[in-house]
């Protein structure tokens, strides 16, 4: 296991971009990899500063956390919520589940299986062996989640001539991310992170036809307890035997809104014991949000289970005050032992380049706040 300073601050990924990169990625242009290499080290570099111990590249080479692997695996159709419309079975419902969401149909990319997925490139193997390079401090890399790559990607329409059922598109999917997160942990990668968002949703929305406009295509009357004993069994599978890094899952309620009002609801506590039966080391969670419930249940995880406790807000512009943080952090330590905290935000600051949820600068503050309350901890001041 990688040694890292107690209560370790990180981040949950992303980053917001600036409106150059964000237009450069659009169209696709000759200079991109440059910008996006220069827009990596910018990210890392206000990281640093920030007092942040676990760094990460800001997502600055992705458009989101899961669309940028079309880029990386064939077989992947890179399409707008506007183009998927055309294809899910329940257009109508589609629409007026985006319209309620506040998900504007142009703005958000998601990979469909269209073809037999084969990586080309590494997933996200260069982008750590670039920041590698850059950086003495630890890194974070993150991935989407089997689960959530499984149920956005199978579209029945378009992808059942190469994936008669999900079940077959899941068994590549596990494939794929797991030779990533085996040639992550052997060269030494201190920490992998897969993003789940879509679990919360399962636990919330109960047999109900409401679902995230990131899963169009789950079939209306999915079970949600089969559908969690299978995101269970994807992670099992793709963790299975890797040591070397903490392998590590991020699971929220959404973030491409500001108003809470239209994200997801609801405290982790029908998830922990599904949680609880992955051979995961990490749980990244969000807590600064009311929506998440009473972090007292996080004692339901195993014992040997670190926590990212999500202490300070990506989507407000208040500044969260250090010494409120180093107190929740010093509370949930009392249930938990000092050494399974880490500190972060609740999720990415820019998740959707072209939805972020804050400006750079509010970004780097609440960084800051996160880097104060981590040092009044060490301190033994709170
Ligand atoms: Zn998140």
Same mark, same amino acid.
């Given at each position: 296991?990688?040694?890292?300073?107690? +209560?370790?601050?990180?981040?949950?990924?992303?980053?917001?971009?600036?409106?150059?990169?964000?237009?450069?990625?659009?169209?696709?242009?000759?200079?991109?990899?440059?910008?996006?290499?220069?827009?990596?080290?910018?990210?890392?570099?206000?990281?640093?500063?920030?007092?942040?111990?676990?760094?990460?590249?800001?997502?600055?080479?992705?458009?989101? +956390?899961?669309? +940028?692997?079309?880029?990386?695996?064939?077989?992947?159709?890179?399409?707008?919520?506007?183009?998927?419309?055309?294809?899910?079975?329940?257009?109508?419902?589609?629409?007026? =589940?985006?319209?309620?969401?506040?998900?504007?149909?142009?703005?958000?990319?998601?990979?469909?299986?269209?073809?037999?997925?084969?990586?080309?490139?590494? =997933?996200?193997?260069?982008?750590?062996?670039?920041?590698?390079?850059?950086?003495?401090?630890?890194?974070?890399?993150?991935?989407?989640?089997?689960?959530?790559?499984?149920?956005?990607?199978?579209?029945?329409?378009?992808?059942?001539?190469?994936?008669?059922?999900?079940?077959?598109?899941?068994?590549?999917?596990?494939?794929?991310?797991?030779?990533?997160?085996?040639? =992550?942990?052997?060269?030494?990668?201190?920490?992998?992170?897969?993003?789940?968002?879509?679990?919360?949703?399962?636990? +919330?929305?109960?047999?109900?036809?409401?679902?995230?406009?990131?899963?169009?295509?789950?079939?209306?009357?999915?079970?949600?307890?089969?559908?969690?004993?299978?995101?269970?069994?994807?992670?099992?599978?793709?963790?299975?035997?890797?040591?070397?890094?903490?392998?590590?899952?991020?699971?929220?309620?959404?973030?491409?809104?500001?108003?809470?009002?239209?994200?997801?609801?609801?405290?982790?506590?029908?998830?922990?014991?599904?949680?609880?039966?992955?051979?995961?080391?990490?749980?990244?969670?969000?807590?600064?949000?009311?929506?998440?419930?009473?972090?007292?249940?996080?004692?339901?995880?195993?014992?040997?289970?670190?926590?990212?406790?999500?202490?300070?807000?990506?989507?407000?512009?208040?500044?969260?005050?250090?010494?409120?943080?180093?107190?929740?952090?010093?509370?949930?330590?009392?249930?938990?032992?000092?050494?399974?905290?880490?500190?972060?935000?609740?999720?990415?600051?820019?998740?959707?380049?072209?939805?972020?949820?804050?400006?750079?600068?509010?970004?780097?503050?609440?960084?800051?706040?996160?880097?104060?309350?981590?040092?009044?901890?060490?301190?033994?001041?709170?």
């Amino acid at each position: 296991m990688p040694s890292l300073p107690p +209560f370790p601050v990180t981040t949950v990924g992303s980053w917001p971009r600036t409106p150059e990169l964000i237009r450069a990625t659009k169209r696709k242009a000759p200079e991109l990899e440059a910008m996006r290499d220069e827009a990596c080290l910018a990210s890392l570099r206000v990281q640093e500063a920030a007092g942040v111990d676990i760094v990460t590249d800001g997502e600055q080479r992705r458009d989101n +956390f899961f669309s +940028f692997l079309s880029e990386r695996v064939e077989g992947f159709d890179c399409m707008s919520m506007a183009d998927l419309l055309d294809h899910v079975e329940d257009k109508a419902g589609f629409e007026a =589940l985006l319209q309620t969401l506040d998900v504007p149909a142009y703005s958000i990319r998601n990979n469909v299986a269209v073809g037999k997925l084969r990586a080309i490139k590494p =997933l996200v193997f260069d982008d750590f062996l670039f920041l590698r390079k850059h950086t003495d401090k630890p890194i974070k890399v993150t991935l989407p989640g089997p689960y959530l790559l499984t149920r956005s990607a199978w579209v029945q329409s378009l992808s059942s001539a190469t994936y008669p059922t999900r079940e077959e598109l899941g068994d590549d999917v596990v494939k794929l991310l797991r030779a990533e997160l085996i040639q =992550l942990a052997e060269a030494g990668c201190e920490v992998v992170q897969f993003d789940e968002p879509a679990l919360t949703e399962l636990s +919330f929305a109960g047999k109900s036809n409401t679902h995230t406009f990131m899963c169009a295509a789950l079939a209306a009357n999915a079970d949600p307890e089969g559908e969690l004993n299978y995101a269970v069994e994807l992670m099992n599978r793709l963790v299975e035997g890797v040591t070397g890094t903490l392998k590590s899952m991020h699971v929220c309620r959404g973030n491409w809104s500001r108003d809470e009002g239209v994200l997801l609801s609801g405290s982790y506590d029908e998830l922990i014991p599904y949680f609880a039966r992955m051979n995961l080391d990490m749980f990244v969670l969000e807590y600064a949000t009311e929506r998440a419930g009473d972090p007292a249940l996080l004692k339901g995880l195993p014992s040997s289970a670190h926590v990212g406790f999500g202490v300070v807000n990506p989507r407000t512009d208040e500044i969260e005050d250090p010494v409120a943080i180093a107190r929740r952090v010093r509370a949930l330590c009392e249930d938990l032992g000092h050494e399974r905290v880490q500190l972060n935000p609740d999720c990415g600051f820019g998740t959707f380049a072209e939805r972020p949820m804050n400006t750079a600068e509010v970004a780097r503050k609440k960084l800051e706040a996160l880097a104060q309350a981590s040092r009044l901890l060490r301190s033994g001041e709170i």
